[in-house]
């Protein structure tokens, strides 16, 4: 009956860990799903900036 408990008292503790992941997992998903995110924006302004970089450099 004793392995049977550890066994049982092993299952609650995994069922919570996961509980716990999924939870934090969700939290963290539901945050990102709030910004709204343009790479477009980045990508021009960065390009961009190498061009002037490369300029400099060659003169």
Avoid: W
Wanted: net charge positive.
């Amino acid at each position: 009956m004793k392995k049977n408990q550890k066994n049982s008292n092993n299952k609650g503790d995994k069922n919570k860990q996961e509980r716990f992941l999924i939870k934090s997992f969700h939290r963290f998903y539901t945050m990102i799903g709030c910004f709204n995110f343009d790479p477009f924006q980045y990508i021009k302004t960065e390009n961009e900036k190498l061009q002037i970089r490369y300029a400099n450099i060659r003169v």
